[in-house]
C-alpha cells in the first residue's frame, strides 16, 4: 500500500504490511516494511536496514499505543532531505501479548545467582521468557526474508536495531548476542529495572568491543523514566571502562521533563536515527 508520509506531496514513500508473519520460534505477528522516498523510482540503489520493535506504534496513530506514534516516516524524510542520514528501509515487527516475555533479555536470568528474580518474573508474566527465541525470529527468519524480498545492504555495518523502554532493552540484547549482524543499538528510555537491573551486569560481560559498533540511550526524569538515571550512570561507566567513546561509537542524552510515552519518544527521535545511521 502507497501512503504519502511527508509534509510534501511530490514525496511518496511506501508502507508494505506483511501479515500474520509465520515463525517457527514465535507466535505470529504483523511486520510493516517502510520504503524510503527513492525506493520505487531508484531500481539500483540499495539500502541500509533499521529494525524496530513494537511496530505498530511506529508509523500510524490510529493503531498506535495512545494514539500518538513515533513519527519515524516524518523524522527520517526530513534527515534525508537534509543528508543526514541516508535513505534506510524501516522494518518494524508489532508486539503481542507477550511483549514482556520475548523483550526481557534472557540469558541474565538463566544464571543460578538470577534464580528467584527469574522465578518471579514468570510468575508476575505467565510463563517462561521467549528473548533468545525472539532474537532468532529476527535474525533467522525476518532478515533473510527482508534481505530476499527488499533492496538491501545486509552486511553488519548496515543493519540497525532500535526500540523503547523494554525494546530499548532487547535491542541491547540483540547487539550483544549477535554482533555480527548488528552495527548499532538504539535503546530510548531502555526499561533497567525490570530483573532488579540484572542486565547491567550481564553488559559488563558481553558487550562486543569498541570499534564496529553504536550505542545510543537516553532517558526522560518523569513518570516511568525517573527510575532510570542511576541504572544508566553504572551501564555509562560499564562503558567508558570497556572503551567506548562518548559523542564518537556511543552517547547518552538525560532529557529533564521527558515522561515515558511515544510522545515525548517522537519528539526526539531523530536524534538517535541521525547517530546510528549517519556518517
Not at 547518552?252 to 526526539?268: C, D, L, N, Q
Request: hydrophobic share 40%; with cysteine.
Amino acid at each position: 500500500m502507497f501512503k504519502d508520509m511527508s509534509h510534501h506531496p511530490e514525496v511518496l514513500c511506501t508502507l508494505v504490511r506483511h501479515a500474520d508473519f509465520q515463525s517457527e520460534f514465535v507466535t505470529l505477528r504483523h511486520v510493516d516494511v517502510w520504503l524510503p522516498p527513492g525506493y520505487v523510482n531508484n531500481k539500483h540503489a540499495r539500502y541500509p536496514v533499521l529494525y524496530m520493535h513494537d511496530g505498530q506504534n511506529l508509523f500510524d496513530p490510529t493503531i498506535s499505543y495512545g494514539g500518538v506514534d513515533w513519527g519515524i516516516d516524518e523524522a527520517l524524510i526530513r534527515l534525508i532531505e537534509e543528508k543526514r542520514v541516508p535513505e534506510i528501509i524501516v522494518v518494524g515487527m508489532w508486539n503481542t501479548d507477550r511483549r514482556w516475555r520475548e523483550y526481557m533479555p534472557q540469558k541474565p536470568l538463566d544464571t543460578p545467582a538470577a534464580a528467584i528474580i527469574k522465578a518471579q518474573f514468570i510468575q508476575e508474566q505467565g510463563g517462561d521468557l521467549f528473548a533468545d527465541r525472539y532474537l532468532r525470529f529476527i535474525v533467522e527468519e525476518v532478515k533473510p526474508f527482508i534481505d530476499a524480498t527488499y533492496k538491501t545492504l545486509p552486511q553488519q555495518e548496515k543493519t540497525f536495531v532500535m526500540g523503547s523502554s523494554m525494546g530499548g532493552l532487547i535491542s541491547l540484547y540483540a547487539l550483544c548476542e549477535y554482533p555480527h549482524v548488528f552495527a548499532g543499538a538504539g535503546c530510548i528510555s531502555t526499561h533497567w529495572p525490570a530483573g532488579d537491573g540484572i542486565v547491567v551486569d550481564y553488559l559488563a560481560e558481553m558487550l562486543p568491543k569498541p570499534g564496529a559498533h553504536k550505542l545510543y540511550f537516553d532517558y526522560g526524569t518523569e513518570t516511568l523514566d525517573a527510575q532510570y538515571e542511576g541504572y544508566q550512570q553504572r551501564v555509562d561507566a560499564i562503558l567508558r571502562e570497556v572503551g567506548y567513546r562518548e559523542g564518537s561509537n556511543w552517547i547518552t542524552r538525560k532529557f529533564v521533563g521527558a515522561e515515558h510515552s511515544e510522545r515525548s519518544w517522537r519528539t526526539r527521535v531523530h536524534i538517535p536515527l541521525e547517530f546510528l545511521l549517519g556518517s
